[in-house]
């Protein structure tokens, strides 16, 4: 929305460079691992997702990346495009139901002319 | 196909006064979640219905409440509204409980003054 994370951390790329957003879980028994992508006034729309048991899964011009050593998760972007232009959210659930999703705070993408 | 239809869009209330929001699933979905998203704190699960049944609940406190129609629609409750209520709150709809791909609706903009 509108008003969805007013200081959020700010990632500004060049359009038709590659962006990576980065995403820090807490819960080391977190299992499943989705990203969301936010544009202004619309609800989150599901990106890709990622199960503990895998390190890396690619989609259309997207790939996610997990490292449960240091709870770390990111987004990268291929070719990023104006309309890229959103706030990202990482969640994480503690099981593979998918249930009680956690989203951290988002990284807003800025993609510049 | 008809996505996730949250209403109302907006709605304005005052202190101690309760509210409903109402939230239709893409067709064939029964499982429904409710969301609220702040700047302050992000997006934060309320609860999931699947089947007319709460099947997980989120921190909030016992003046949020939800039901889910045999149709699958579903509405939440808050009662005694408080200033930091004002936020915007999101449906989900996902066509089973396995899957993290969430289908998110617009979303219904709750200001309290």
């Known amino acids: 929305g509108e008003s969805v994370g007013l200081h959020l951390p700010t990632l500004s790329v060049q359009e038709g460079d590659n962006s990576i957003i980065n995403c820090a879980y807490s819960?080391?028994?977190?299992?499943?691992f989705i990203w969301y992508k936010q544009e202004s006034g619309k609800g989150p729309q599901f990106i890709i997702d990622?199960?503990?048991?895998?390190d890396k899964r690619q989609g259309q011009r997207v790939t996610v990346l997990l490292n449960k050593t240091v709870k770390h998760l990111s987004l990268q972007i291929a070719a990023t495009q104006p309309g890229d232009s959103a706030v990202y959210f990482c969640?994480?659930?503690?099981?593979?139901?998918?249930?009680?999703?956690?989203f951290g705070p988002g990284t807003r993408l800025s993609v510049l002319p | 196909k008809a996505g996730v239809t949250q209403t109302p869009r907006y709605l304005i209330k005052t202190r101690g006064q309760q509210v409903t929001l109402s939230c239709s699933p893409i067709?064939?979905?029964?499982?429904v979640s409710w969301y609220q998203q702040t700047p302050g704190q992000g997006l934060q699960f309320l609860f999931e219905?699947?089947?007319?049944?709460?099947?997980n609940k989120g921190n909030f406190p016992g003046r949020f409440s939800g039901r889910q129609f045999s149709n699958s629609r579903s509405e939440m409750n808050v009662s005694t509204l408080e200033l930091g209520d004002s936020a915007l709150y999101l449906c989900?709809?996902?066509?089973?409980?396995?899957?993290?791909?969430?289908?998110f609706g617009e979303g219904s903009r709750l200001t309290v003054l």
């Open positions: 989900a709809s996902r066509y089973q409980r396995g899957t993290g791909e969430l289908f």
């Open positions: 819960n080391s028994a977190s299992d499943y």
């Open positions: 990622i199960r503990s048991n895998m």
């Open positions: 969640a994480e659930s503690p099981d593979n139901y998918g249930q009680n999703f956690v």
């Open positions: 067709s064939g979905h029964r499982s």
């Open positions: 219905y699947f089947s007319e049944t709460q099947r």
